[in-house]
């Protein structure tokens, strides 16, 4: 995990874009488990890491938030702020183009 953990500290506010851009509101568990799931149990994503990502990206004005009472308890829910979707695209595009990249250049090694 370590070093999955160097990778991410670069990606990390892009994939909290991207799943909150494709699944509208979630909160910190929600993603973490989501992560989880679809990365085959690769991908951890911490409270610790998610939380002031998301505190970030709320205080960047990327993402907004929200409290509902769910079970007699308040939860903290987070989505897209729908006049940053330019930007918050731009980020995602740039990122999958990135990584399409660094795939090509390493298949040419192996």
């Known amino acids: 995990m370590d070093s999955n953990k160097k990778f991410l500290n670069g ?45 970030r990206l709320e205080k960047d004005g990327l993402i907004v938030s929200s409290k509902e009472k769910v079970n007699g308890r308040n939860r903290k829910y987070y989505s897209v702020n729908t006049d940053s979707l330019p930007e918050i695209d731009a980020q995602i595009n740039l990122l999958s183009q990135f990584t399409g990249h660094l795939q090509a250049l390493l298949n040419l090694t192996l």
């Open 11 to 55: 990606t990390l506010k892009t994939i909290l874009l991207a799943l909150l851009r494709e699944n509208g509101q979630m909160y910190g568990y929600e993603i973490s488990q989501m992560t989880k799931e679809r990365t085959n149990q690769k991908l951890l994503l911490t409270e610790g890491a998610i939380y002031p990502a998301l505190h």
